[in-house]
Antibody, heavy 122, light 108 residues
């Protein structure tokens, strides 16, 4: 069974970098899927942040103005998110997810972590 | 960017009734790559439907999706108590992936 678990600080200061890690169990992240991040501000809707695949391209939401970096560590079977120059608007629950594959009829976002709340405040 | 608009914002129904949720796209969704998710308070979203009409693994057959182009629908044939939640549509046919604003199905 595929399981994902986010970890990282729950509080980040404005202008600093938000860094989260997602540990994956039950599936190898080098096996063809894209792995990524989605966030949800408190009481609001969902926003796709970006995703990437092992030895493949990385895609991110242009609304985040190139502040996003996603990386994979296949030796630890985990992937990470860095979001720099954060402001209060980046306060949200951050979810990691197995987001996609290139096969036809591939279900998107079929496995999710439980989410972690990150608050941006001084 | 493809903007998704869901309607109605809130649907008040009783258990056993039929729920119909709409998702309208600002432009045609490529390959009908439209998904629906269910989210309950404090939980991650759960994938229900992908490719506009394919049920995800383990999803009961009372959930069905339809549509193409710019108009999509999620139907819950007979509401069970556990179906009262917020539902999101999402398009994954073009970047950036986008979500609708959500629609709440509440107990009447």
């Amino acid at each position: 069974q595929v399981q994902l678990q986010e970890s990282g600080p729950g509080l980040v200061k404005p202008s600093e970098t938000l860094s989260l890690t997602c540990i994956v169990s039950g599936y190898s992240i080098s096996s063809g899927y894209y792995w990524g991040w989605i966030r949800q501000p408190p009481g609001k809707g969902l926003e796709w942040i970006g995703h990437m695949r092992h030895r493949g391209a990385s895609y991110s939401n242009p609304a985040l103005k190139s502040r996003v970096s996603i990386s994979l560590d296949t030796s630890k079977n985990q992937f990470s998110l860095n979001l720099n120059s954060v402001t209060a608007a980046d306060t949200a629950v951050y979810y990691c997810a197995r987001t996609y594959c290139d096969a036809a009829s591939c279900p998107p976002n079929d496995y999710w972590g439980q989410g972690t709340l990150v608050t941006v405040s001084s | 960017e493809v903007v998704l608009t869901q309607s109605p914002g809130t649907l008040s129904l009783s258990p056993g009734e039929r729920a119909t949720l709409s998702c309208r796209a600002s432009q045609s969704v490529r390959n009908s790559y439209l998904a629906w998710y269910q989210q309950k308070p404090g939980q991650a979203p759960r994938l229900l439907i992908y490719g506009a009409s394919s049920r995800a693994t383990g999803i009961p057959d009372r959930f069905s999706g339809s549509g193409s182009g710019t108009e999509f629908t999620l139907t819950i044939s007979r509401l069970e108590p556990e179906d009262f939640a917020v539902y999101y549509c999402q398009q994954y046919g073009s970047l950036p992936w986008t979500f609708g604003q959500g629609a709440k199905v509440e107990i009447k």
